[in-house]
């Protein structure tokens, strides 16, 4: 059974950092893109960041671009989203999400992932 799980949400004031993990379970996660969106409320979801199955190519929002920081450990499979200098603005439920993929390039699209998982709440305060 194919599963993700976030964690590491919370709440933190602006200037502060968070580490969300997402870890995944039920298959080859290193065949996998992952990725992380955020949903604030009465707004679509977005794309925040990517990245590739082998961890060599990253892609970014550009309004988190310099703050936040993509990585994954295919070992562990986990993927993680070090943000830092949080601002008002970025609270939302972000979510991680997969795509069965081994290939280069940005998929920022909601419909192109194939899986993903709960959402974990950043409240970032003023």
């Known amino acids: ?12 004031q602006a200037g502060g950092s968070l580490r969300l993990s997402c870890a995944a379970s039920g298959r080859t996660f290193s065949n996998y893109y992952m990725g ?13 960041t990517a990245i590739t199955w082998d961890g060599g190519n990253t ?5 988190v671009k310099g703050r936040f920081t993509i990585s994954r450990d ?7 989203l070090q943000m830092n200098s949080l601002k008002p603005e970025d609270t939302a439920v972000y979510y991680c999400a997969e795509k069965f993929s081994t290939l280069r390039g940005v998929y920022y699209r909601v419909g ?6 709960q ?8």
Not at 1 to 12: A, F, H, K, T
Not at 59 to 63: E, K, N
Not at 74 to 80: M, Q
Not at 120 to 125: E, I
């Open 36 to 48: 992380w969106f955020r949903q604030a409320p009465g707004k679509e979801r977005e794309f925040v």
């Open 59 to 63: 892609y970014y929002a550009d309004s």
């Open 112 to 117: 192109e992932y194939d899986y993903w998982g």
């Open 119 to 126: 959402g974990t709440q950043v409240t970032v305060s003023s």
């Open 1 to 12: 059974q194919v599963q993700l799980v976030e964690s590491g949400g919370g709440l933190v």
């Open 74 to 80: 295919n070992a562990k499979n986990t993927v993680y």
